[in-house]
């Protein structure tokens, strides 16, 4: 197959390179020439313009989007519509908004299909589990490629209609930030608390046989172990924040209680106002961790 990419940077160059070892045939596009050249490098053609790009690829095309959620897809789907059809297949890969997905497949003269991804640039090795939304037909014309982009054929599921990829991976982060602040307050009271621990120890021997190990809990310890116990110069500001701010609005709207997430979204906000609690610090270190986010630090 012959699939179009737009967007790449940390997660786009990663989708190029997967499909590319999977012997699919890559055209890439950026807005960023040198991310281009790196597309290149890795065996891709290269575009450099969307209409470029839409004259490199086979009559029906194969789209995948990479770019930062929100108005970069309207922009992108803007230059595309004029080129796309009813055999074409658009999809989204980045952490759009549900509802801006569904809105998109209504008005996307191709089919199209939202697609949340997680595993970050640092599951990259292992693939990435993707969530997808949008017709049956169009997930399966591209099943190839989200084998190729996944963990393999089991990473990979269709969710149902439009937006129902991106609602189950908005609901994942909401989880992904509970998960963090509870480690981070387990991690505080013992970094508070009566002994003088290791705390890659500690995080060591519960990613070995204890209830609680996990992806997130190796990477407290890879934390600990590159900036030490006390997490060095990390500071306690945790950027970031829509998609849980999303998952808490639609908790409200439809009456569920979600007291971690709103919780752990609070103690996000509250961060920016810099006091130095060690769970934040471990979170902000954590979104580097997964997602290679920048990581404030403290002078
Ligand atoms: N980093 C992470 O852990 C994860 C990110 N995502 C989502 O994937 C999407 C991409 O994220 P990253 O790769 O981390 O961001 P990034 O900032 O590393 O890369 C975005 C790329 O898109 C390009 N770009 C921006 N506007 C463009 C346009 N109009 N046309 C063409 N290229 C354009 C930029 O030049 C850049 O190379 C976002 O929606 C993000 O939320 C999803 C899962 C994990
Ligand atoms: O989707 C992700 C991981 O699953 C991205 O890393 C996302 O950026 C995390 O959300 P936030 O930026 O709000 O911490």
């Given amino acids: 197959m012959q699939l179009g990419v737009i967007g790449l940077g940390r997660m786009g160059q990663i989708v190029v390179d997967r499909v590319l070892g999977a ?46 959620a929100g108005e970069a897809v309207d922009v992108t789907l803007e230059e595309l519509e004029s080129h796309l059809g009813p055999d074409d297949v658009v999809v989204d890969g980045g952490n759009s908004y549900f509802e801006d997905s569904v809105r998109r497949a209504e008005s996307c003269s191709a089919a199209y299909l939202d697609c949340g991804t997680s595993g970050g640039p640092a599951g990259a090795e292992l693939g990435f589990s993707l969530m997808v939304g949008g017709p049956e037909w169009a997930y399966a014309e591209l ?7 996944a963990t393999g ?15 189950v991976k ?6 992904e930030y509970a998960l963090m602040q509870t480690y981070g307050e387990g991690f505080e009271l013992l970094h508070e608390g009566r002994y003088d621990l290791d705390l890659e120890s500690v995080a060591s021997v519960w990613n070995n046989g204890a209830v609680i190990r996990s992806w997130l809990l190796e990477l407290c310890e890879e934390a600990f172990r590159e900036e030490g116990s006390d997490l060095g110069t990390v500071a306690d500001r945790i950027e970031g924040g829509s998609t849980g701010t ?12 979600l007291p971690l997430i709103y919780t752990a979204l ?7 106002a810099d006091d130095g609690r ?22």
């Fill in 23 to 68: 012997d699919h045939d890559v055209v890439a596009f950026d807005l960023d020439a040198e991310a281009v050249a790196t597309a290149a490098d890795a065996g891709a053609e290269s575009a450099d313009s969307i209409s470029d790009l839409v004259d490199r690829l086979d009559e029906e095309k194969r789209i995948w989007l990479m770019v930062p």
């Fill in 143 to 149: 099943e190839s490629v989200f084998d190729a982009v």
């Fill in 153 to 167: 054929p089991d990473g990979h599921e269709r969710m149902g209609e439009s937006g129902s990829g991106h609602y």
């Fill in 170 to 175: 908005m609901v994942h982060n909401g989880v």
């Fill in 246 to 257: 999303w998952t808490v609005q639609e908790a409200l709207e439809q009456e569920v209680p």
């Fill in 266 to 272: 609070g103690e996000r906000f509250d961060s920016r």
């Fill in 278 to 299: 060690f769970s934040r610090r471990l979170a902000n270190r954590l979104r580097y961790g997964f997602g290679r986010h920048e990581v404030p630090r403290r002078e």
